[in-house]
């Protein structure tokens, strides 16, 4: 729960700064720099404009984070412009209170993220190619790093200042912890006496006609760009390999794997080195009768390791003085040193594990090795080809037959799909939701698609099918069960009401339930987080008003499967912080400190819009 507060609270601008550099860029209004060619504005904030496709762009972000989750297309538009307000709102207030972020901490910013990285280091050619893909300059893309990086700091400022009380810490786990008892009857789904009429379907089918449509479809022609395919060209020859192969040869190398234990005779104020040389001696005798981990326990001044037998644990070259390493280097399997000073004292070091350096023979890693030659060797035609794929998609925006032809990449065709799902490419969500952005459904390419650093695709509309109403003796069936299901369910809704006017009237609620032939359930002690209910009816339990006096709570609550639960609340214990909760302290007021900075900047946020001058002009349209 704490870890949930602690993710819940913290991050409201970090899917900003999330859109500015994920790849291929989500860039908001990328296209604000171009000429608007007369199309209207949306909505404004004080001089900055804000358009269609700025909205399209910003949903196509939105509904990423929100993955999975069954919500309106409309509603996900008109909340991801709320959100380009606000956050242009925000933008504008800190400009205007002078913040600033300088060149230099934007750039180390982003030579910090992974995606302009190559093995682990900032590549400027990577870099530059990636923002060539979004049409971008240097300067554009660090200004917008710039304004999101300020707009955190302003955020964090607020969010920082927070702070949570012992008081309010253990308020919380009063209530996370709070237990409540409950007993509850299921009223089933039983069939209505009367089936839907033929009237009654024809006019539902009349009311409810968008939704008795085959849905939207495209089909799109593509050409793709694989770093896989440049590099099976790549031409290969023993001679190049056997080079990349002593190039590359620590890779197929194991080192040697030695470990070591020790004891040491300190030398120190009551230990003369003549005296510790000479018990380092007798030690190393002993060691022909006596175990070495179990004479290190005994007489090993190095305390912490004496409790392990001596165990240093793997041995690394660099971390111990010369004279010891060049004598825990030469041991063999189990053999001890004579002693071997240090300016510790006197050491008697052996060798407990002993695997030799390995590497693997050229003819064994050749396959591998030339997948990974061909690869090597086809980066930067990749990188470059990359650009002109991008360079001329942008430049040819009617047909994909001038990047083929230059590139050399077959354009390929897909079959018709949906925005729910596809087959080939449009498998993949990120490729359905292109194919249905408004700049290819105009009949433009699309910008490159990365579906991995590997692999880009440029889509081109081929065929698009709008949605079309379906007839109605094709769905007569369709409405028929939804008509009856809907009947049943207003049967149990008014079961149930009957059955809770019961129980306020006070009868028990095993009589009512024997009158109606229901099961009773009770649950004890539910706790938030642990009951195995059914969702909405453990989000009901811990909603409902705590009971007053001897009289319980009843109220009833709509399950999932149309059925409705009759639930009697009799009980409800506030909870108490446990040892464990305890322990948490620190970690429940962090987070909980961030929960009400995040409130409080929210507060903020909604003040600053409510002043500045904003103006939604029109509704936001569905692609």
Not at 93 to 98: P, R
Not at 246 to 251: G, L, R
Not at 305 to 310: C, I, P, V, W
Not at 540 to 550: M, N, Q, T
Request: aromatic residues 8%.
């Amino acid at each position: 729960m704490l870890t949930e507060i602690r993710e819940k609270s913290q991050g409201t601008l970090a899917w900003v700064i999330l859109s500015l550099i994920c790849v291929p860029f989500a860039l908001w209004g990328i296209n604000n720099y171009l000429d608007a060619g007369g199309e209207p504005s949306v909505a404004s904030v004080g001089s900055k404009d804000f358009y269609q496709r700025d909205v399209n762009k910003a949903y196509e972000q939105y509904s990423q984070n929100l993955k999975g989750m069954q919500i309106d297309e409309q509603v996900l538009k008109a909340q991801a412009l709320q959100k380009l307000i606000k956050d242009e709102v925000l933008l504008q207030y800190v400009h205007a209170q002078g913040l600033v972020v300088t060149d230099d901490e934007a750039r180390d910013f982003i030579k910090s993220l992974p995606y302009f990285q190559v093995d682990g280091k900032f590549s400027d050619k990577q870099y530059k190619t990636l923002l060539g893909s979004q049409r971008l300059s240097s300067a554009e893309f660090v200004n917008r790093i710039k304004n999101a990086l300020i707009m955190e700091q302003y955020q964090h400022s607020i969010i920082d200042s927070s702070f949570a009380t012992t008081y309010d810490v253990e308020s919380f786990f009063k209530i996370q912890n709070q237990q409540r008892d409950v007993s509850y009857v299921t009223v089933g789904l039983d069939p209505a006496p009367n089936q839907p009429t033929a009237e009654e379907i024809a006019n539902y089918y009349q009311q409810h006609q968008d939704s008795y449509q085959t849905p939207e479809q495209v089909s799109v022609e593509y050409v793709e760009l694989k770093l896989e395919d440049l590099a099976n060209k790549v031409a290969v020859s023993d001679d190049k390999l056997k080079a990349y192969y002593e190039e590359q040869k620590e890779q197929y190398s194991t080192p040697e794997r030695r470990k070591i234990s020790h004891i040491l005779i300190s030398i120190n104020d009551k230990v003369t080195e003549k005296d510790a040389l000479e018990k380092a001696k007798n030690a190393k005798q002993e060691l022909s009768k006596k175990d070495f981990s179990a004479l290190a326990s005994e007489i090993s001044d190095d305390k912490l390791t004496a409790k392990k037998g001596g165990d240093l644990g793997l041995f690394n070259a660099g971390v111990m003085e010369k004279a010891f390493e060049d004598s825990a280097s030469a041991l063999k399997l189990n053999e001890v040193s004579e002693p071997i000073k240090s300016s510790f004292g006197y050491h008697l070091i052996k060798v407990t594990e002993l695997v030799p350096a390995s590497t693997k023979s050229f003819e064994s890693v050749k396959a591998e090795l030339t997948k990974a030659y061909q690869k090597s060797q086809a980066e930067n035609a990749f990188y470059e080809a990359s650009e002109k794929l991008t360079q001329l998609s942008y430049e040819h925006p009617d047909n994909l037959q001038s990047v083929s032809e230059a590139l050399g990449l077959p354009v390929q065709k897909s079959a018709l799909f949906t925005k729910e799902s596809g087959a080939g490419i449009a498998l993949e969500e990120k490729v359905r939701s292109a194919a249905f952005a408004e700049e290819i459904l105009q009949g433009n390419n699309s910008t490159p698609i990365e579906k991995s650093n590997e692999h880009l695709i440029v889509l081109r509309l081929l065929e698009h099918k709008t949605a079309d109403k379906r007839d109605l003796n094709e769905v007569r069936l369709e409405i028929l069960l939804l008509l009856a299901q809907e009947k049943a369910q207003k049967l149990a809704v008014e079961k149930a009401q009957k059955i809770k006017a019961s129980l306020d009237a006070g009868k028990a609620l095993k009589d009512v339930a024997a009158e109606y032939k229901l099961e009773v359930k009770a649950e004890n002690a539910l706790v938030r987080g642990k009951s195995k209910l059914p969702e909405p009816l453990t989000e009901s339990v811990f909603k409902a008003a705590k009971p007053v006096g001897d009289k319980p709570n009843v109220f009833v609550v709509a399950l999932l499967s149309g059925e409705q639960a009759v639930v009697s609340l009799s009980k409800v214990t506030s909870g108490v912080m446990s040892e464990s909760d305890k322990k948490q302290m620190d970690l429940a007021k962090k987070n909980i400190a961030n929960a009400f900075g995040q409130s409080d900047f929210n507060q903020v946020l909604n003040s600053l819009q409510a002043s500045a001058d904003v103006k939604v002009h029109k509704k936001v349209q569905q692609q």
